[in-house]
């Protein structure tokens, strides 16, 4: 623990808080609330149009309306937020995390206004909020960081590099470059990026290590001075530069031992103390396997990953920054860490198809054994911070972090494993999500060895880590062939109690056909006098016997051990699509129909919108030339950048889009044709077929 040198008398006398907007959305504004509802404090929502039923508008007190869609619209427009604040008597905002959170401007605004303001002082978040400068000043300050590098002199020796936005976070305005010649495109992309997520297009370039562990320390300060460091946090599994699973405290450093741990906290304090930081933030570095470490950035806001600081400190971090915006001090000796916690990211995402966001309906989601929402969980307790619920619409202007699931356990071991026992038990219906990824990442035995870096989904494909992962889809077939049979039966108006495909004398089998992905399953199966008999058996079963079949639930014998599982229907797509869930995981299959209309296979060279979006840059025109893998165009979607490419070689046939189109998913954007194609004489197959004996 250590003081600020010169605290700032005029932020010593506090204001009492009674009702507070909080300037977020989802699962962060209902963090928030839930520790001002603890506290009898009011609590007031903004929400944009597509916001209107969402879980944070519920739980607030009262709730004001931001016209529009997008970010840039609402949660961006600091003047409407303030003025939402006043029309609503708040006497203070919270910014939570994202959106206004580090807008200087927007934090002076607000206390200009006459409002407390739930975050440091402006000036901080100013000095701390340029990558660049911040740099400059922690160098200053004796804390350990990397060199900044000018765009125009990178040269072979100096790569890779990293290309970075200045302002903001989340993995936004990032681009890793490998060659000279493709700095100037990372650097315009991540800049055109960074102006869209945070409207500030400046980037800079730093080295990239390409092995290294994302280690983060947790500040909390107060007015009167004292600045506490409150353990250490490792985020080395990401994805994109984003974080996907965060725990505290971090194995590396457990690993290394040594003053590694106080060397991390002691540069913390000294970052936070250079600008007479205030509240909650979070100072993240860069270590390497040997324990040297550099200053990254330092975050002026609550982290997404704030629970599992929570969990091994039994700190409530949003109300210790209620009580240091009201001037209180922090009291007592600066907590320390004890047992582990682990957070998953569940995100409505597809890691296998480059991790392309999804959209849609949550039909279901429910996880089990939890013991605290919002609040910190006993010992082998499970925590969810959620914003969704079922029939919650996820789409494509905001983050498509659907819930954080964290556990809590004694040791690192028992907490991942819990973790991992949860999500895979977990009923995840509607979107495809990152739920098999999570689940294999934290029984990877990399990750339990506690030695996983920052490469871990380079070096272990996402598709390869959940070839195995989930319910078997052979197997998840048979169980919706079964339970939609009987869903037929208990809807038929005689003979209900036949089992569908019943036979005194064995018949012709009853054939079902499901798909998942690009497979298709087909179930042969029929009911004789001995019971259920099946025309196939999946691989690494001998036998199957059929103990009961209802619509929503299946109980099977295989093998001679007893497995039930539940299932359910959502409408995708104009189709059904069926979930079948166990305790080995679950599986999503669609219902094939018997006959397909051929008007609705779509032509080989079609490149589809993948996602709803917008198209932010066209690279062709119609003539172009492209090959295999070539990026045609760009669509942003929920403030990323996705390169749509040709799947083959060919001629670019027809450009249906331009700059600034909106796009909904499944939009025909282009047509590559083959070129063998555009070369073959139209009527060679014809000849072909008349000299082919």
């Known amino acids: 623990m250590t003081s600020n040198p010169t605290p700032n008398p005029a932020t010593v006398i506090g204001r009492q808080i009674t009702s507070v907007l ?371 619409v996820v789409g494509v202007n905001y983050d498509p972090m659907l819930a954080k699931v964290i556990s809590r356990a004694p040791t690192r071991e028992e907490a991942a494993r819990e973790l991992a026992a949860a999500l895979r038990r977990a009923r995840i219906h509607g979107l495809t999500t990152n739920r098999d990824l999570l689940v294999a990442s934290l029984l990877h035995p990399e990750f339990l060895s506690g030695s996983a870096d920052t490469r871990f989904y380079t070096e272990h494909d996402p598709a390869l880590l959940t070839r195995s992962s989930g319910l078997d889809p052979t197997l998840g077939s048979i169980v919706a062939a079964l339970a939609d049979a009987a869903s037929e039966r208990a809807e038929a108006q005689a003979l209900r109690s036949i089992p569908s495909g019943f036979r005194i004398v064995s018949g012709e089998f009853q054939r079902r056909t499901y798909s998942t992905g690009d497979n298709e399953l087909v179930v042969g199966y029929r009911f004789g006098r001995e019971g259920l008999e099946l025309e196939w058996l999946p691989d690494g079963h001998s036998s199957i016997s059929l103990l009961s079949a209802e619509p929503d639930r299946v109980v099977l014998e295989l093998d001679g051990i007893r497995r039930q599982f539940a299932v359910s229907r959502f409408p995708s797509g104009g189709a059904t699509s069926v979930v079948v869930d166990g305790s080995g995981g679950s599986v999503t299959l669609a219902r094939v129909a018997r006959f397909t209309d051929p008007s609705a296979q779509a032509h080989a060279g079609v490149l589809a919108a993948p996602m709803p979006g917008t198209v932010v840059r066209v690279a062709v025109e119609v003539g172009s030339r492209v090959e295999a893998g070539q990026p045609l165009l760009w669509l942003e979607a929920m403030k990323m950048e996705h390169a749509v490419t040709a799947s083959a070689a060919g001629v670019v046939t027809d450009l249906h889009v331009v700059k600034g189109e909106q796009v909904d998913q499944g939009t025909t954007l282009a047509v590559v044709e083959d070129t063998m194609d555009r070369l073959r004489d139209p009527d060679e197959d014809e000849t072909m077929e008349e000299t082919t004996p």
């Not at 944070?56 to 609402?74: I, Q």
């Open 22 to 392: 909080v300037a977020n959305r989802g699962e962060i504004a209902r963090r928030i609330v839930a520790t001002c509802r603890r506290r009898g404090i009011a609590t007031v929502a903004v929400y944009s149009d597509a916001d209107a039923d969402s879980l944070h508008v519920a739980d607030a007190d009262a709730a004001v309306h931001l016209p529009g869609m997008t970010a840039a619209e609402t949660y961006l427009r600091g003047d409407l937020v303030i003025e939402a604040a006043r029309r609503a008597d708040a006497d203070a905002i919270h910014p939570g995390y994202g959106f206004l959170s580090e807008n200087a401007d927007f934090a002076a605004a607000v206390l200009q206004g006459g409002l407390t303001w739930i975050g440091p002082d402006p000036k901080a978040i100013e000095l701390m909020g340029s990558k660049v400068e911040s740099k400059v000043l922690m160098a200053e300050a004796g804390v350990p960081v990397l060199e900044r590098l000018d765009p125009a002199e990178i040269t072979e020796d100096d790569l890779p590099i990293l290309v970075k936005a200045s302002s903001g976070g989340g993995g936004r305005g990032m681009r890793i470059v490998r060659t000279v010649a493709g700095v100037a495109d990372a650097v315009e992309s991540a800049a055109r990026e960074a102006a869209s997520a945070f409207g500030d297009p400046t980037v800079f370039c730093e080295r990239y290590l390409d092995a290294g562990h994302h280690v983060e320390v947790q500040i909390m300060a107060d007015a009167h001075g004292t600045v506490w460091a409150l353990g250490e946090r490792e985020c080395s599994l990401q994805r994109r530069h984003q974080k996907v699973i965060e725990e505290a405290p971090s194995p590396l450093v457990d690993r290394i031992g040594g003053d590694l741990r106080e060397r991390l906290l002691t540069a913390a304090r000294n970052a936070a103390a250079a600008v007479d930081y205030r509240g909650a933030g979070t100072v993240e570095f860069l270590a390497d396997a040997r324990g040297h470490f550099w200053f990254l950035e330092m975050n002026t806001r609550l982290q997404v990953e704030h629970p599992v600081t929570e969990c091994v400190t039994g700190l409530d971090l949003v109300g210790l920054q209620l009580d240091v915006a009201a001037g209180l001090p922090l009291k007592g000796a600066e907590p320390t860490m004890t047992g582990h916690s682990i957070e998953a990211r569940l995100y409505a995402e597809d890691p296998a198809r480059d991790w392309q966001p999804q959209s849609g309906t949550v039909h279901a989601l429910r996880v089990p054994g939890v013991t605290a929402e919002f609040a910190i969980p006993e010992l082998h307790g499970i925590r969810v911070d959620s914003g969704v619920q079922d029939g919650s």
